[in-house]
């Protein structure tokens, strides 16, 4: 049996031990599934030793540790695939609104349903079995291979960045293998070529030092609720624009060339408009929804929260409202100066009534990698064999800041190659991975790797 036949063989398999990853709630921002986390990391390293890994260990870092493991025998000469991908999982709320329980993997019809199916443990898990099927038939694989798993990325990556610089050596490589994105359409192969980088504030005004009868003191004492609201408004112009002086000075423009090639790519608005659930786009003029949604900044209030929430009514004008606010960026855009900016115009265009305090959470790098590399070209043939159609290379407008990272600290460049679908629900409820795409990303990952090793 050769490698694809044994992974058309076990897609049962290795369909049973995806369910148990995702019964796992490894939700990383929140302290209570902390063991969770390392429970997901643990069974993780088993897998991979399972798989065929000689090396395989959890490795501590100061948040959620990082699973490591590495083959190399295909010798110096052979080129080394630094495999990345993330093991924990976004929060599952609003919890009232999936259809089946987020940690209770549950297949309908050809998807799986689950918080994490398509981001990024579906995803991650198809590299695992490739290099399973490779290692179980050739009893070797056709170039080295490196694993790094994260707990931390729907978090911000914390305690990447350190752990990359502290581990060069180990990490050396020649090209890093990602799928954390998605491709166009079940039948429309795509790679992604460009990220949006991402910063994340928190801002909380506060009005009076303690909570006040809006009865007593409403209409004389300002509300600090009514003027964050106030404060949002001002964060966009009538053309969608971003408002924050200097938010557009480092952009980088994109080219009639790139706009062109943007343009190719199949889009379908209606589907677009199904998919999302909204009435009709909205954004920054001049630009089509592509482009906004993948090539251009934006600007995002992510949760806001402040004053009286529980069922009921409460009279009472608050003492303190809060917002998170992220906003995306294009290459170019560096998060601390942007995230400097963003606070720089909250506190000029806050009234004098309230005080303003505003707090960095996370940020990272965009990236664009080469689009003409030898492991780009070998990703381009495996995707063209196994889904029988020639890729496009489209931007992506999420963040995947360790991207930018391995281009800096590793000098390496990465291939995104994605087998998520546009409709799989990431960060909502509902999430899904279609588990066609998972046999096929296996077998695309097996050709990528022995394409790369001719
Ligand atoms: N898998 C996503 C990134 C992604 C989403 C790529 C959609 C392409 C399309 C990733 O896990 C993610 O959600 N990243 C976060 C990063 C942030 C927390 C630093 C994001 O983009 O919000
Ligand atoms: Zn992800």
Not at 24 to 29: A, E, F, L, Q
Not at 201 to 225: C, F, K, M, R, W
Not at 338 to 364: C, F, N
Request: glycine share 8%; with cysteine; charged share 20%.
């Amino acid at each position: 049996m050769n490698a694809l036949a044994y992974a058309r063989f076990y897609q049962n398999k290795f369909l049973q031990e995806l369910q148990e990853f995702l019964r796992i709630p490894s939700v990383s921002t929140q302290p209570d599934h902390q063991p969770d986390v390392e429970r997901a990391a643990a069974w993780l390293c088993e897998q991979l030793s399972a798989a065929g890994f000689p090396r395989a260990d959890v490795m501590p870092t100061a948040g959620h540790p990082v699973v490591y493991a590495e083959w190399m025998g295909a010798g110096s000469d052979a080129p080394t695939v630094l495999i990345y991908g993330h093991y924990d999982v976004q929060p599952p709320d609003p919890m009232d609104e999936w259809k089946t329980p987020p940690f209770e993997p549950t297949i309908v019809g050809d998807d799986v349903f689950a918080r994490g199916a398509s981001d990024d443990k579906g995803q991650m898990y198809v590299h695992v079995k490739a290099v399973e099927a490779l290692a179980k038939t050739n009893g070797s694989l056709p170039v080295n291979v490196k694993c790094i798993f994260e707990g931390e990325e729907e978090c911000g990556s914390p305690s990447l960045t350190p752990f990359v610089h502290e581990h060069i050596d180990l990490l050396d490589a020649d090209v890093a293998l990602i799928s954390d994105t998605h491709i166009l359409g079940e039948d429309t192969p795509s790679i992604v070529y460009g990220l949006r980088g991402i910063v994340y504030v928190e801002v909380e005004v506060t009005g009076p030092d303690h909570d006040l009868h809006s009865g007593t003191y409403g209409g004389a004492v300002q509300n600090p609720i009514n003027a964050l609201c106030g404060m949002i408004a001002q964060l966009h112009d009538e053309d969608g624009r971003i408002a924050i002086p200097g938010f557009y000075d480092q952009v980088r423009d994109l080219s009639a060339e790139e706009r062109q090639a943007l343009a190719k790519a199949p889009f379908d608005r209606q589907s677009w408009l199904q998919e999302s659930g909204v009435k009709t786009d909205w954004g920054e003029q001049g630009y089509t929804i592509v482009e906004r949604a993948s090539a251009r900044p934006t600007l995002d209030v992510n949760g806001m929260w402040g004053g009286y929430i529980q069922p009921g009514a409460k009279t009472v004008l608050p003492s303190r409202a809060f917002a998170k606010i992220s906003m995306r960026l294009v290459p170019d855009q560096d998060p601390e100066e942007i995230a400097q900016l963003a606070a720089d115009y909250l506190k000029q265009i806050a009234p004098p009534t309230v005080s303003v305090k505003v707090r960095e959470l996370h940020g990272g790098d965009g990236a664009i990698v080469r689009r003409d590399s030898p492991a780009m070209q070998a990703a381009f043939q495996a995707y063209t064999e196994v889904f029988g159609r020639e890729p496009v290379f489209v931007r992506e407008g999420g963040s995947i800041p360790v991207v930018a990272l391995f281009q800096q600290a590793l000098d390496i460049e990465t291939v995104l190659m994605g087998f998520g679908l546009p409709d799989d629900r990431l960060h909502s409820p509902n999430e899904k991975f279609h588990l066609p795409n998972f046999y096929r990303g296996i077998e695309t990952s097996i050709r990528f790797m022995e394409v790369l090793g001719e």
